[in-house]
């Protein structure tokens, strides 16, 4: 009976000894020759400790690595022990104790057991980083924390992960900075992710600049830290903070004291120039908030706001050449890039000449169909910059200006250019010029036109 039992437990603890061994070994994924499918191989011995069995594997991450077998993925550990059904169609590699994996086209988080943790409702999933992780949903990003909360609003273009305390974030085309609470600590109005993260340097160097200037005037004056009085912090768009005691904010402007000189004069500043202020109990009022994010005063934004994304366009015009009268009626989809260039989808033409030469009066209708590329200057006035475009396509015509029969056989290559003035996001005025060179019958032939335009664009 002793011995039985002292076999048992000499077999229980080389198990135990072969089990600890195989988890403290460090591997590698592998490709083998003989049979192209994947496994994982020692590091240190290059010794095959998990078979080539898999048709596709990620690297061991928290002692567990994803690997793809018969089209579906699972997880296993350094024994090749399953710790989940192979019934997902992605997965990703844990990071802080959880993984994103693919189930019925959503992603969710599980955790080293295999149990479901957050469901399975995003469209796309970032891995946990500083306890947060990024999440698409309908289209929007955002963070959420290890047990599903939002935290930062899915309300973003696109995000990038947090680093310590902070995260970049885009709305529309610009870049700004988000803490873990979700508050935008740098406003979106940055064109590209390094002048962001330039702006978040600036701020964490000036509040470890005044943390050191309090430090100094609390050792300097005797002053006891408990009973200092704290001060607001008046956060500007252009970056710039201001330490003030606050004194009354109205709906213009906000009223305030120099923290450092408060028997000094009251000063006023605009509301629309300050992005937040920081009370000294703590709390933050965000101001010029719309659609759920910060407007910026900034130039940029101001021209994203005067050019319309994506528009149906309508213009009507009138002009003439070669003693003819011309009546235009033109209809597209345009979409801008940036708010200073962008691109006619198409562009179709009915451009109807009326001769006025005293032998005969026929007419002629050219229909053209012409994609195109449009560029705005800069704003001048509110939303009224200068315009241009350029546009190449093919046409037909209708109508024959020489024996006035109908004839639909001029056919080809047409251009037209065009100058003009955004009025507004919606109003503009131009002059055009359009060239249509004929083939056919009449090989060579060629028209144009001058035109003045008038338009109006319709959509967000």
Known sequence: MKKGFLFSASLTVLLALITTNALSQELEKVKCKENWLWGFVDKSSREIVIFCQYDEVKDFSEGLAAVRRYGDWGFIDKTDKCISTFKYQRAESFSEGLAAVRLNRKWGFIDNKGNEI??????????????????????????IDKAGKEVVPIKYKDVGFFSGNYALVQYDKFWGIVEKNGTEIVPCIYSDTQSAKAAIAREELKREKMAAQEQERVTQEGINPITTNAYDIILLYSGDEIKAKVLETTDQQIKYKEFDFQSGPIRNINKSEVFRITYENGRTEVFNKHKGTTASPSNRQSLTNCAKNTAFGLDIGIGGANKKFASVLGIRVMHHFSPYFGIDFFKINW????????????????????????????????????????????GMQVGDPIFGRLLTDFEGLCLETELGLNLSRTVFIGFAYNYHQFFGNLLGYADHSFSLRLGFNFGR
Do not use: H
């Not at 796309?124 to 955002?142: C, H, I, M, P, Y």
């Open 118 to 143: 957050i469901p399975y409702k995003y469209q796309q999933t970032g891995d946990f980083s500083e306890g947060l992780a990024a999440v698409r949903l309908n289209g929007k990003w955002g963070f």
């Open 351 to 394: 451009i109807t000449d009326v001769y006025t030469s005293s032998i005969y009066t026929p007419w002629a209708m050219k229909i053209q169909i012409m994609p195109g590329i449009r560029g705005n200057t800069p704003t001048f006035f509110k939303c009224m910059s200068v315009y241009s475009v350029f546009r190449l396509g093919y």
